[in-house]
């Protein structure tokens, strides 16, 4: 199944011609759902997977800042390039940032008991990887380009930090492993499991007047619609 938490309240079953907004968190247990963006980018979402919408604003084929918080699981995103002035598009996981212009790349995140893992795999053009805090040009980070992976790995804690200070420590002992290449064999099945075509929900281009949009909605203007 697929749902939908509503940033307003309330969690539904994503269906066809639903609207999502900024604050909505998508959750694929065994479904998975293909979202098309209003800045013309497409999201696939597989199974056990879970994605919050934390930022999207964008002037058509100008600027965007849009920012997405990967919880659990993967996302293939194919995000268009006609954007030349501001352009933030990145997913966000607990401790690591992937940071890109134009791309076809998959996230994931793993949080084991030994592990935390941010994992970047980019089909084609290339995607900044980075520790969360670390987004300045001169900071440490990867540039993974098309065929190739990268991971910021850090060292479960004992326990959960208490502070923002305990956990920018946890985060400062991670690492970012080398650059490696994905065979074509990895390729082919990455696109075989996250391929674009209508599965269980498939999203539509999300308007900016859309009719079921109630008056006490708390966001302005919807995303995308399924």
Known sequence: SVRLERVKGGTEVAKKDMVVYVGDTMITEDGKIQVALQDGSTMMLPSNSKLKIENFAMVADKKRNIVMNLLKGKVRN??????????????????????????????????????????????????????????AEGDDHRIVTEGTAAAFVVKAPSREPASESEFKKVVSGGELTPISYISEDEIRLIKDATEFKPVEVQAAVGARQVASLDSDTVCSEPIGQF
């Open 78 to 135: 194919q995000v268009n390039k006609n954007y030349k002035e501001e352009n933030v598009f990145q997913i966000r996981t607990r401790t690591a940032v992937a940071g890109v212009r134009g791309t076809d790349f998959i996230a994931s995140v793993e949080l084991t008991d030994e592990q935390w893992i941010t994992a970047v795999k980019t089909l084609e053009g290339k995607v900044r990887l980075n520790a969360v805090g670390s987004e």
